[in-house]
């Protein structure tokens, strides 16, 4: 019985130094949201209005951009996939890998190959373990992106998006990240960067400006052109893509941070209740001891007197 009560303890000690670590982890998460959201908001705006450009532009011109034209037969598609550097976040890489996966699924089941780009070590360790193939893969950075990062990122983007697909280029460019909607909610989606969808993004803009209290009413600010249109194009390409790179970054980052703060505090709440269980099973360990140890007392003075009574 003895031994059984050391076993206990031994658990209990090790399961409370366990809750100690997860509940420093939560913290640790909880205080890196807030600076996240914060992040996701400033770049925004940004975003926001450099969309609502390239529509002008796109809406004003009839020139043909890799950026608002879409290929007659698309046959190749690029996938940026965003997932977390690290774990114990709960099912956060795991969601957006099965996003990726079904929309690898509908591009090819469309007639379109599909090249891979990841960013993050759990995306990486995922399309290795499986042998798929990996056009480029970047890691290091996911919890804390920084504008510079989604430059690196969307460099060869660019470069397939400019290149003819003979050459080993792209006609679509799709981006799969984990929307941050609340400190409880994070949803993967799947969007469509390039060729970009006009209707979408009157829309987006839309969203922005109801967002920000903007009258449905507000006049649209005219755009002319200098040297051309398609020069306007060429310009904004590379900023619009790493933009909206840089703002599903930081999306991301938020939302890895919201699920790594919600799995620590479960984790934390499932040790307490697995140390309370164990104290009572110790607990009640303990006094059968106890009791057994009064039982052999009892009977060795009953015994012995028992013998006294015999001798007399």
């Given at each position: 019985m003895?031994?059984?009560?050391?076993?206990?303890?031994?658990?209990?000690?090790?399961?409370?130094?366990?809750?100690?670590?997860?509940?420093?982890?939560?913290?640790?998460?909880?205080?890196?949201?807030?600076?996240?959201?914060?992040?996701?908001?400033?770049?925004?705006?940004?975003?926001?209005?450099?969309?609502?450009?390239?529509?002008?532009?796109?809406?004003?011109?009839?020139?043909?951009?890799?950026l608002?034209t879409?290929?007659?037969?698309?046959?190749?598609?690029?996938?940026?996939?965003?997932?977390?550097?690290?774990?114990l976040?709960?099912?956060?890489?795991?969601?957006?890998?099965?996003?990726?996966?079904?929309?690898?699924?509908?591009l090819?089941?469309?007639?379109?190959?599909?090249?891979?780009?990841?960013?993050?070590?759990?995306?990486?360790?995922?399309?290795?373990?499986?042998?798929?193939?990996?056009?480029?893969?970047?890691?290091?950075?996911?919890?804390?992106p920084?504008?510079?990062?989604?430059?690196?990122?969307?460099?060869?983007?660019?470069?397939?998006?400019?290149?003819?697909?003979?050459?080993?280029?792209?006609?679509?460019?799709?981006?799969?990240?984990?929307?941050?909607?609340s400190?409880?909610?994070?949803?993967?989606?799947?969007?469509?960067?390039?060729?970009?969808?006009?209707?979408?993004?009157?829309?987006?803009?839309?969203?922005?400006?109801?967002?920000?209290?903007?009258?449905?009413?507000e006049?649209?600010?005219?755009?002319?052109?200098?040297?051309?249109?398609?020069?306007?194009?060429?310009?904004?390409?590379?900023?619009?893509?790493?933009?909206?790179?840089?703002n599903?970054?930081?999306?991301?980052?938020?939302?890895?941070?919201?699920?790594?703060?919600?799995?620590?505090?479960?984790?934390?709440?499932?040790?307490?209740?697995?140390?309370?269980?164990?104290?009572?099973?110790?607990?009640?360990?303990?006094?059968?001891?106890?009791?057994?140890?009064?039982?052999?007392?009892?009977?060795?003075?009953?015994?012995?007197?028992?013998?006294?009574?015999?001798?007399?």
């Amino acid at each position: 019985m003895g031994a059984q009560l050391r076993v206990y303890k031994r658990r209990i000690k090790s399961i409370t130094a366990t809750k100690k670590i997860t509940k420093a982890m939560e913290m640790i998460a909880a205080s890196r949201i807030v600076k996240a959201q914060r992040q996701v908001q400033a770049s925004a705006p940004y975003a926001n209005e450099l969309t609502r450009a390239v529509t002008a532009v796109a809406t004003g011109s009839n020139t043909k951009h890799p950026l608002t034209t879409e290929a007659e037969h698309p046959t190749r598609a690029a996938v940026l996939l965003l997932t977390s550097d690290r774990g114990l976040a709960g099912g956060y890489s795991s969601n957006a890998i099965k996003a990726a996966d079904r929309l690898t699924e509908r591009l090819r089941s469309e007639g379109k190959e599909v090249d891979s780009y990841i960013v993050g070590r759990k995306g990486v360790a995922y399309y290795g373990f499986r042998e798929r193939p990996v056009v480029e893969s970047w890691t290091g950075f996911t919890d804390k992106p920084s504008y510079a990062d989604a430059k690196s990122v969307a460099a060869p983007l660019i470069e397939a998006v400019q290149k003819d697909t003979a050459d080993g280029g792209v006609d679509e460019l799709h981006i799969v990240f984990t929307e941050f909607v609340s400190m409880m909610t994070q949803a993967p989606v799947d969007d469509r960067l390039l060729p970009l969808s006009l209707d979408e993004a009157a829309k987006e803009s839309a969203t922005a400006k109801s967002a920000a209290g903007a009258a449905g009413s507000e006049i649209l600010p005219l755009y002319d052109f200098e040297p051309s249109a398609e020069g306007v194009l060429d310009a904004l390409l590379p900023r619009y893509v790493e933009s909206r790179i840089y703002n599903a970054m930081l999306q991301a980052a938020a939302s890895e941070h919201a699920a790594r703060r919600r799995a620590m505090k479960s984790a934390t709440d499932n040790a307490g209740d697995l140390v309370k269980s164990l104290s009572r099973l110790a607990n009640a360990a303990r006094q059968a001891e106890i009791t057994q140890e009064i039982s052999e007392i009892v009977g060795g003075a009953s015994a012995l007197a028992d013998a006294t009574a015999g001798s007399d």
